[in-house]
């Protein structure tokens, strides 16, 4: 959609305004003081002072031996721009003071690296650990503040945790230029133009935000405006080129103005393509852009791909996606539709009760799910259901799987458990009871029972963050295959106390297989 601008645009001209400064007057003499006898007093010469007499010898004095420890210092426990956060530390198992005396680089680096794809469960704890509520890292310097919690929205954004680093934003008691600026794209790719134009009114324009200004006056219908500071901005190269010609044919309705694709795309390049009439895919784009596929403007299709892609991601709930599963019949075959046949055989078996029916589909959705690793997705849809029936066979060790993956039957989950070497290793894990030997024919078991062999050493050394983004990205080479990262990566784990997250963690390191 296009539309002609009203007015030509218009020269802007600065004017500059001097006031004229008072003249300078100057006096001739000493200055004048209304107190006679203050004069005279400040004139007169000091006389000599009076000292004693020194002695005539010192004495000797031994030094005192003073072994001061050195001066240490600790930020006040308010909370400040990179404390901000959605709930307590202590709600995840960790300390308030995770990041200790961690340079701030180091720390930024480290969630920077956190990875994309991993293990639900580890994904889910990443997710806690950027949302909590810790201190800045000790000896913050002021220019460094905002930098933290900046770091954590764009890992949040990263993982398509769009809401979740909105929310962020809000709770944060100040709103720098770039987080505003988060907020703009943020609201762009969930489809609240509206909202997020609201928020830039009479905002100074971030770093390389005039596209964004310039969008926002188009929206309001003030044309003149738009065109005025579109021409400003490009004379002044103060907006990127593919932006300035992506807005100018925004902006222009005389004819239609062929362009090359843009070199990299960004939600407002994103969101000004779509108004074009020439959107831009979001399946070859960061699973943020996915959001943008579940406003109701989307074929169903669309909006099942990018549902699977957040749910994923762990950043969308199972409910939903499986709400979209049942919403019609199957329009082909094939990938993403057998999906969809096996959830309704599936709900339409559990509908009826009918448990020969229930283990066949179940088993037949554990392998589709499973290539598209969404097992654990599969699991929080159906283990309500799954859990008080009786299955045979195969069908009763997908179950015990599945209430393994969902975490909330796994009492029922040890009553299915499979009479082997394996089945009883794995429950013992997820329970927490004490581990028996591991199945020798399994490398991936040995290295988990190497990892709960004895007593993790606590990590209480300041700075135990960095111990934690380490052993994350440890978990996600372990999920490929990696052993040693596996063992190094839940003995980190239970060194900071988190016990629980690391069994389940590791149960998910023995029923998911991954791909590296």
């Not at 995840?92 to 990875?115: F, M, N």
């Not at 390389?208 to 901005?233: E, K, M």
């Not at 799987?401 to 989950?413: G, I, N, P, T």
Request: charged residues 20%; proline residues 7%; aromatic residues 4%.
């Amino acid at each position: 959609m296009t539309v002609r601008a009203r007015a030509p645009a218009c020269a802007l001209a600065a004017l500059l305004l001097a006031a004229p400064g008072a003249q300078a007057q100057e006096t001739g003499g000493a200055p004048l003081s209304a107190i006679g006898w203050l004069d005279q007093a400040l004139a007169a010469p000091l006389p000599d002072p009076i000292l004693p007499d020194p002695p005539e010898t010192l004495p000797d004095i031994e030094p005192p031996d003073l072994d001061f420890d050195p001066i240490a210092s600790t930020p006040l426990d308010g909370v400040g721009v990179d404390a901000t956060g959605l709930f307590t530390a202590e709600r995840i198992g960790l300390p308030r003071g995770l990041w200790g005396e961690a340079p701030l680089d180091e720390v930024l680096e480290g969630i920077a690296a956190l990875p994309l794809d991993t293990l639900p469960s580890a994904n889910r704890l990443a997710l806690r650990l950027l949302l909590a509520e810790f201190a800045a890292p000790w000896g913050l310097a002021p220019g460094d503040q905002g930098r933290l919690l900046l770091a954590r929205v764009d890992a949040l954004m990263a993982k398509g945790a769009l809401e979740q680093a909105g929310q962020l934003i809000e709770a944060a008691p100040v709103r720098t230029a770039a987080l505003a600026a988060r907020s703009f794209d943020i609201a762009l790719l969930l489809g609240e133009e509206d909202r997020a134009c609201a928020q830039m009114a009479g905002r100074v324009a971030p770093a390389n935000g005039q596209g964004a200004q310039i969008f926002c006056a188009a929206r309001r219908g003030d044309w003149q405006a738009a065109h005025s500071a579109l021409q400003v901005a490009r004379n002044l190269e103060m907006i990127e080129r593919d932006t300035g010609n992506l807005l100018l044919r925004f902006l222009e309705e005389e004819e239609e103005i062929l362009l090359p694709p843009p070199a990299r795309t960004t939600p407002l390049i994103w969101r000004i393509m779509e108004a074009l009439g020439d959107p831009v895919t979001t399946a070859t784009l960061p699973v943020a852009y996915a959001h943008a596929d579940l406003r109701g403007t989307s074929g169903w299709r669309a909006q099942l791909d990018a549902a699977e892609r957040l749910t994923r991601a762990g950043v969308m709930q199972p409910n939903r996606l499986l709400g979209l599963y049942t919403q019609r019949r199957a329009a082909a075959s094939g990938g993403m539709w057998e999906r969809v046949r096996v959830i309704q055989a599936l709900d339409a078996a559990l509908a009826a009760q009918d448990t020969d029916r229930i283990g066949a589909r179940l088993v037949e959705a554990w392998e589709l799910f499973a290539a598209v690793e969404l097992e654990a997705a599969l699991a929080a849809m159906t283990a309500d259901t799954l859990a008080p029936l009786t299955l045979n066979g195969a069908g009763a060790e997908t179950q015990w799987k599945m209430l393994l993956l969902a975490q909330d039957h796994r009492d029922r989950a040890a009553q299915l458990a499979p009479d082997t070497t394996t089945g009883r290793f794995i429950t013992a894990l997820a329970r927490g009871d004490t581990l028996p030997d591991a199945p020798g024919s399994n490398a991936m078991a040995e290295a988990v029972a190497l990892a709960f062999a004895e007593g993790a050493p606590p990590v209480d050394a300041p700075g135990s963050g960095l111990v934690l983004l380490a052993a994350l990205r440890q978990i996600a080479d372990a999920a490929t295959g990696d052993l040693h990262a596996a063992t190094r990566g839940l003995q980190a784990l239970r060194g900071l106390g988190l016990e629980e997250p690391a069994r389940q963690i590791a149960v998910e390191l023995l029923l998911l297989e991954r791909r590296g």
